[in-house]
């Protein structure tokens, strides 16, 4: 028997909300992925858009009732895009085991606060829908005592760890994280974030294009790079700091850039967009080489993979280990967060542990996110 999840995903880019309808086979204990049946991307309506990124731009700081308000909004562009996944599929809503909506993350700061918040009531998506989603997948990760994140390696570990030769799986999100993927052995997998991706030169593109991000490269690929420019972003401790760690938009943006460069704005606006380009692609290649010095092979996913520029900085700097896209194995790069989010759920509502200990630090597995009935 086939089993059907849907796997709801909005990183740090803000771009808009990704939904894959996963197939999943019916062996027990463990099903297996099988494959992404149907997909759908939707939208943020814009000022809903900008509310958002302002909040992941600065300290939060909002009154109880824009969060009531931020809670829904969020939810309802969730459950608008599974509808646009559904109708995709083809499939009877009875057809879905459960929804897994991973949310809109406003905060997070486990180890100061205990904290982190995803916004996206799922009370509200499993009532639009009628369809039982399971939400928060977390915070139960942060109350066993690991970082809540990041929660995806251990869906790139069950699909591409397998393999005989050491992989790593590479998003290219608003931030760029890397799993380690050594071999079989889930005990040996481990995951950071490296730095900024496409969530900076989207704030740079916007800036000097007006356009939400440099489309294929071609802005950045018209520039010079800097080095003096990159020396001074690459002196950032984050990048030299050891793993576990984890950052986000609030420690990389344009005021970060002018700290670290006071000259930026006398700078051609295509040579930053190159450079910022180049920081990606070094921080990435730098983490890779000395974290997973056996590398072979790194698969790539996320929206940075339709920036040529950036796949090709990372491909000469990567060699001679070999950058690939995820389709490769198996799932299309613009698949793969919204089906860990999938199969997340299937985890959960199989009663097995999603989080990966040695990955987020967690003393324990846990079974992660709370169930909402449809
Ligand atoms: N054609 C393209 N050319 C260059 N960059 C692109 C293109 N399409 C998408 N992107 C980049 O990918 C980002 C979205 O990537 P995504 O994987 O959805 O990130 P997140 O998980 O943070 O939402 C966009 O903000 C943009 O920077
Ligand atoms: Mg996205």
Redesign the pocket.
Known sequence: MTEYFIGL????????I?AAVCAFDDTLPEPRFLRVHAHASGHYPAPLRERLLTLQRTVPQLSLRELAELDRDVAQAFADTAELALEAARLPREAIRAVGSHGQTVFHDPAATGGSIQLGNPSWIAQKLGITTVADFRRADVAAGGQGAPLVPAFHHALFGAATLPRVAL?????ANITLLPGANAEAVSGFDTGPA??L??EWAERHLGK??????EFAASGQLQAELLEALLGDPYFAAAPPKSTGRGDFHLDWLRRRYPGLDTLPPADVQRTLCELTARTVADAIRNHGPQTREVLA????T??HLLMERLAALLAPIALRSSADAGLDP?HV?AAAFAWLAMRTMHGLPGNLPAVTGAKRAVVLGGVYRG
Request: net charge negative; with cysteine.
């Open positions: 995903m909005s990183g740090t880019s803000m771009d808009g990704d998003n290219l999100g608003g931030i496409n969530g030169m989207d939400p991000y440099d489309e294929g490269g996913c996320g929206g940075g339709r920036n613009q967060e």
